[in-house]
């Protein structure tokens, strides 16, 4: 036995057998013997130690392969799924309710459940996030709204996603309505933004996830440059009356495929200089810009009196290959101790290939619309009570003045009782139109649930 004692040879041997058990050890007898923080192998490595059975070499990798198999434990655990819900319980008051000047998608004096919404999110596998939203609104049966999966590159790089969600382009679009400073957003944003759509996106860091208006916080993680750019169908899918698509999922199925060999492509840009916990707080500016060739519903819009009347349009041919709409839109947001400011700009035009004719006579080969918002709150208890108080104006069509050309004053407030999660808000709206003024000014109540 060249000089060894055979004692020796056999601990030796033994430690062999131990190390290899170690290594190869099923992972349902490691798991059961790691439970409680591995209280049974733990014991019994710290047995074969004291008798000397172990070296600290020994010691070392079986100490290595437990922390490998907790780790690749981890990676294969499916982590659970996350579910959320948002209930909005509204009530309005219209000035002089008449239908025949209604305005959209405001209803007759009365309850309403505003939103009500169910969200489903969680990890697929490593690296791979899903959601979905799933919208309930006003009695609806229920419709998809977002339902995309994410690759998460890396918190540096940001990720890619794939599916149906919010198309990146302005701020206030990109805040969800559990976040708002007042109900509802501009409407701006809903005559001449772009809503969701089909597509894939490169995004830095997400500006759904932390975009809000309501709190005087900065959010810290927020990078001083962040950018997103995408590639979606085109199809314009409305939950709003959206500059081409209709006040209906019927004008744009949701999750429905391109109805064209056309795309539209969509670019976000936004520099934060400032982020601070007082003071000034919080700086940033955004630009968003779009285009894309032979916009869907474009025979819908030329056909349908209601779209005419909204751009003042009376008659024009369906539109060609050649037809085409370009936007672009510039924001800021700022914070100042209790106080938060918000200001947005669009502007969107549609080009023909043909003549359409409008309301006041004259010609012309493409519709011009734009308008802005200037938005500000102050917090009188801080995170608990803020007054608001919002100016905007918007023209559907620049060459003619009609009653479609509006200025809209808004003051309200939000109580909140928990944050976001559980807040109540007020309103009150009135409205000058260019031409033939309405009486549609309306006030309203809103009770926020988030859970």
């Not at 979905?132 to 006003?138: A, E, G, K």
Request: glycine letters at 8%; a negative charge.
């Amino acid at each position: 036995m060249n000089g060894k004692h055979p004692q020796q040879v056999l601990s030796r041997m033994f430690i062999l057998i131990c190390l290899a058990a170690f290594m190869t050890l099923p992972k349902v007898i490691m798991a059961a013997g790691m439970e409680n923080g591995g209280t049974d192998t733990q014991q019994l490595i710290q047995i074969l130690k004291d008798k000397g059975l172990l070296t600290d070499e020994d010691l070392a990798k079986i100490q290595t392969r437990i922390k490998e198999q907790k780790e690749q434990e981890k990676q294969n655990e499916k982590p659970p799924v996350k579910i959320q819900g948002r209930v909005q319980f509204r009530y309005t008051s219209i000035e002089d309710f008449d239908k025949s000047t209604k305005i959209p998608p405001l209803d007759a004096n009365g309850f309403r459940l505003q939103r009500v919404r169910l969200f489903f999110s969680g990890t697929a596998v490593p690296k791979v996030d899903y959601y979905v939203h799933l919208n309930f609104d006003q009695g609806t049966d229920g419709h998809v709204w977002d339902a995309y999966l994410q690759y998460n590159i890396s918190p540096e790089w940001g990720h890619v996603r794939f599916g149906q969600y919010k198309v990146p382009f302005g701020r206030q679009w990109l805040i969800s309505s559990a976040k708002f400073l007042f109900m509802n957003r501009s409407n701006i944003g809903d005559y001449a933004g772009f809503r969701r759509d089909i597509g894939m996106m490169y995004e830095k860091y997400s500006f759904t996830e932390h975009y809000q208006d309501a709190f005087a916080e900065a959010d810290m993680n927020e990078p001083a440059v962040n950018y997103a750019f995408g590639i979606f169908n085109g199809n314009h899918i409305a939950d709003g009356n959206g500059f081409l698509s209709g006040s209906d999922l019927s004008s744009a199925r949701v999750g429905a495929g391109n109805d064209n060999d056309q795309y539209l492509y969509v670019g976000r840009l936004s520099l934060t200089p400032v982020k601070r916990e007082d003071g000034f707080k919080y700086l940033s500016f955004g630009l968003s810009a779009a285009y894309q060739k032979q916009p869907t519903n474009g025979e819908r819009f030329i056909q349908d009196d209601t779209k005419k009347a909204l751009f003042d349009v009376t008659s024009g041919n369906p539109w060609t290959l050649s037809d085409r709409e370009a936007a672009w839109e510039v924001d800021s947001q700022w914070i100042i101790g209790q106080a938060v400011f918000q200001a947005e700009y669009m502007r969107r035009k549609l080009a023909t290939d043909s003549l359409l004719t409008f309301t006041n006579g004259l010609n012309a080969k493409s519709v011009t619309a734009d308008g802005w918002y200037l938005q500000g709150g102050y917090f009188v208890i801080p995170k608990k009570l803020s007054l608001n108080a919002r100016y905007e104006t918007y023209d559907p069509n620049d060459q003619v003045q009609s009653q479609n050309d509006y200025d809209r004053y808004t003051l309200g407030f939000n109580y909140y009782i928990n944050g976001n999660n559980f807040k109540l808000q007020g309103d009150y709206n009135w409205q000058d139109e260019a031409v033939q003024d309405l009486n549609n000014d309306f006030w309203e109540l809103q009770l926020q649930l988030l859970f």
